[in-house]
């Protein structure tokens, strides 16, 4: 059974950090990825890396300030966030695929919940 599970989240001031965490079993993927939703909005991409580390995405609202990364050997990836901003509060998503996550998504977590105050 394949499993994606997030921790990590919570309630942090402006300008903290967070770091994420997604521990899938099961298989191992080609891409893992993090998306997240805000509330009243569509569930939108943050960042994906490729099993080599190879290939690394942003969204252009967290490029700097947000860095991810994966071990395989334990089958895990990480989302460290900095500078966080209220808008960066969502319901962040773990997500695993074949192929780039804007060709599909095969699984994703069930999220954690990030909330930045001002």
């Known amino acids: 059974q394949v499993q994606l599970v997030e921790s990590g989240g919570g309630l942090v001031q402006a300008g903290g950090s967070l770091r994420l965490s997604c521990a899938a079993s099961?298989?191992?993927?080609?891409?893992m990825s993090w998306f997240r939703q805000a509330p009243g909005k569509e569930r939108e991409f943050v960042a994906a890396?490729?099993?080599?580390?190879?290939?690394?995405d942003y969204a252009d609202s967290v490029k700097g300030r947000f860095t991810i990364s994966r071990d395989n050997a334990k089958n895990t990836a990480h989302l460290q966030m900095n500078s966080l901003k209220p808008e960066d509060t969502a319901v962040y998503y773990c997500?695993?695929?074949?192929?780039?996550?804007?060709?599909?998504?095969?699984?994703w977590g069930q999220g954690t919940q990030v909330t930045v105050s001002s």
């Open positions: 997500a695993a695929g074949k192929g780039r996550p804007m060709n599909g998504i095969d699984y």
């Open positions: 099961g298989r191992t993927f080609n891409y």
């Open positions: 890396i490729s099993w080599l580390h190879r290939t690394l």
